[in-house]
């Protein structure tokens, strides 16, 4: 008995069907991958800036913290264009302790020469961050005393006129520079600002 022939009608993927379905999967990966790096990028620039957070925010206080507690405050402007701040303490008899407080690009903010927060360090090298990519840089560091900046008011009673005499400003500015592979690039400016009542210098000059 002669069976008769079956035709095979699963013919599977033709060479044009495959072609369309490898493309639309690398479409679908690219678009994944972009947003990948996107999402990556975004997490960079967000660890970075809150690493200068972290360590500006620190800094600001304790330098608030030793000025508060200072009783001669002199403030001079340093070689590299930041201002360089001699702090008196009191000392045993007439003979005070003078401590200085100055900025480094490189080392950050330094007290007596030495980093002033030795456990929160301000990596400028390092994951996420280097000179081809993500830049930190210190633009600004001042302290300013408010009565000779001109912010005082007229006081007729003495008392109140070396009371203004003993506030500080103090003004720490970061910039934060991301580079693209396209040429351009971003800065994004970190500021901390924190007035200081200088009390043992008020005492001090009430003296």
């Given at each position: 008995?002669?069976?008769?022939?079956?035709?095979?009608?699963?013919?599977?993927?033709?060479?044009?069907?495959?072609?369309?379905?490898?493309?639309?999967?690398?479409?679908?990966?690219?678009?994944?991958?972009?947003?990948?790096?996107?999402?990556?990028?975004?997490?960079?620039?967000?660890?970075?800036?809150?690493?200068?957070?972290?360590?500006?925010?620190?800094?600001?206080?304790?330098?608030?913290?030793?000025?508060?507690?200072?009783?001669?405050?002199?403030?001079?402007?340093?070689?590299?264009?930041?201002?360089?701040?001699?702090?008196?303490?009191?000392?045993?008899?007439?003979?005070?302790?003078?401590?200085?407080?100055?900025?480094?690009?490189?080392?950050g903010?330094?007290?007596?020469?030495?980093?002033?927060?030795?456990?929160?360090?301000?990596?400028?090298?390092g994951?996420?961050?280097?000179?081809?990519?993500?830049?930190?840089?210190?633009?600004?560091?001042?302290?300013?005393?408010?009565?000779?900046?001109?912010y005082?008011?007229?006081?007729?009673?003495?008392?109140?006129?070396?009371?203004?005499?003993?506030?500080?400003?103090?003004?720490?500015?970061?910039?934060?520079?991301?580079?693209?592979?396209?040429?351009?690039?971003?800065?994004?400016?970190?500021?901390?600002?924190?007035?200081?009542?200088?009390?043992?210098?008020?005492?001090h000059r009430?003296?």
């Amino acid at each position: 008995m002669i069976k008769p022939m079956r035709h095979n009608t699963n013919k599977g993927f033709t060479i044009i069907e495959m072609a369309v379905v490898i493309l639309v999967f690398s479409i679908a990966g690219l678009g994944f991958l972009s947003t990948a790096i996107g999402i990556v990028g975004f997490y960079q620039d967000d660890m970075v800036s809150r690493d200068i957070k972290t360590y500006g925010t620190a800094v600001l206080s304790e330098i608030a913290d030793k000025i508060s507690q200072a009783q001669e405050i002199s403030v001079t402007s340093g070689p590299n264009g930041y201002d360089l701040v001699y702090l008196t303490f009191p000392g045993t008899g007439n003979i005070g302790r003078q401590k200085s407080i100055q900025a480094s690009e490189d080392r950050g903010f330094l007290y007596q020469g030495k980093p002033l927060l030795k456990k929160i360090p301000l990596k400028q090298d390092g994951m996420y961050r280097n000179h081809d990519y993500r830049q930190i840089d210190l633009l600004e560091f001042t302290v300013e005393n408010l009565h000779e900046a001109g912010y005082h008011h007229a006081q007729n009673r003495n008392e109140l006129r070396l009371v203004g005499k003993s506030v500080y400003e103090v003004t720490i500015i970061y910039g934060l520079t991301t580079y693209y592979k396209s040429g351009d690039d971003q800065t994004e400016y970190l500021t901390f600002k924190k007035k200081v009542y200088a009390f043992q210098n008020l005492i001090h000059r009430m003296s």
